[in-house]
């Protein structure tokens, strides 16, 4: 897949704090990319660098063969985190602005606004003006602002919060419409399942560094190991010297066993004592939001494994 963006030993401090410390990554046409980590981690910082609101103190960010201020930002797409738009205007009236601030023919942006309102349940919002929209529907509006003039590469900071479920599913729609269209998308989102559903590949950064960088299913193999989940009343002593288990969580009935990075899980389960107290088992393998909390809380994964290199 073409590269779109690379971004390369980025790092950026504030007086006397690192935030970024050497940041390197690519987006691809066609793909969704997630940026991902905890609060704090670096990932708004990392985005307010390619989009020129701010500049690093080491680092290239190259999109289209160009660096820095030569990059053509008309071509890139920009939901940011702080939502808003000027209050006191019409929908189809800030739309247009923000597509003439792109460059993009008007005639052309006035026909993709009406479509786009349809296809966001906003038909004939046209001329209301901006303070009467609810929050989720100015966030509708100002996801269209982001993709109106056709960017070739869309930048999404937390595009699903603060969003009823009917209108996360029809940004996910639109936002995997427009990477199978071949526009590259780089997703910060804090809601691992969508990410786990959506994303092709993830880069998730820690206290300004990268803690894992590969497509889901590289991720998924190299640090979604299988647990076992039992219900029923068990004495957490005598699962103690069960082989290959990581760790063990008892809430209630239920005994979560954490097993070992490559066991298999039909000869694990031969030992399990004759005993064992079982309404209920339940393998697999951990999900995306589990290896999210392990890392950020610092539990085991990453001081074990290393890291995922794409
Ligand atoms: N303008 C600024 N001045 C000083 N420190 C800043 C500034 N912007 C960010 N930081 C610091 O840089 C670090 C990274 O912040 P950043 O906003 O990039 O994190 P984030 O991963 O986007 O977090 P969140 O998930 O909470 O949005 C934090 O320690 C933050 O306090």
């Known amino acids: 897949m073409e590269v779109m963006l690379t971004v390369e030993g980025l790092e950026k401090s504030f007086k006397d704090k690192k935030a970024l410390k050497g940041i390197s990554f690519d987006v691809r046409k066609g793909e969704i990319m997630a940026i991902l980590g905890p ?9 307010r660098n390619i989009m020129g609101i701010m500049y690093p103190d080491n680092g290239t960010i190259n999109f289209h063969h160009h660096n820095g201020k030569e990059i053509p930002r008309n071509k890139i797409g920009y939901l940011p985190e702080e939502r808003g738009l000027y209050k006191n205007v019409k929908v189809m009236d800030i739309l247009l602005y923000l597509a003439d601030l792109k460059n993009y023919p008007l005639d052309k942006a006035k026909a993709r606004v009406l479509e786009y309102l349809k296809k966001f349940d906003l038909e004939g919002k046209e001329n209301v003006s901006v303070e009467e929209l609810s929050k989720g529907m100015g966030q509708k509006v100002q996801f269209i602002g982001a993709v109106l003039h056709e960017p ?33 998308i780089l997703l910060s989102s804090h809601q691992m399942n969508l990410v786990e559903e959506m994303c092709d590949r993830l880069f998730m950064i820690q206290n300004g560094q990268k803690v894992i960088y590969g497509t889901l299913d590289e991720v998924k193999t190299k640090y979604a190991n299988f647990k076992c989940t039992v219900h029923g009343k068990n004495d957490i002593r005598d699962l103690e010297n069960i082989p290959n288990v990581q760790r063990i969580e008892q809430d209630g009935s239920a005994t979560v066993l954490h097993l070992d990075k490559d066991v ?19 393998i697999n393998r951990i999900s995306l939001h589990e290896i999210f909390v392990d890392i950020a809380t610092d539990k085991n994964l990453i001081q074990e494994e290393g890291e995922v290199n794409a």
Not at 39 to 47: D, F, L
Not at 265 to 279: C, E, M
Request: aromatic share 4%; net charge negative; charged share 25%.
């Open 264 to 282: 298999e899980p039909v000869s694990w389960l031969k030992n399990l004592p004759d005993h064992l107290n079982v309404q209920e088992l339940k």
């Open 152 to 184: 070739e590469l869309l930048i999404l900071d937390e595009p699903f919060s603060g969003l009823d479920p009917v209108s996360q599913e029809i940004f996910k729609d639109e936002i995997r419409n427009l990477a199978n269209k071949g526009t590259a």
């Open 39 to 47: 609060n704090g981690a670096g990932k708004s910082t990392t985005i």
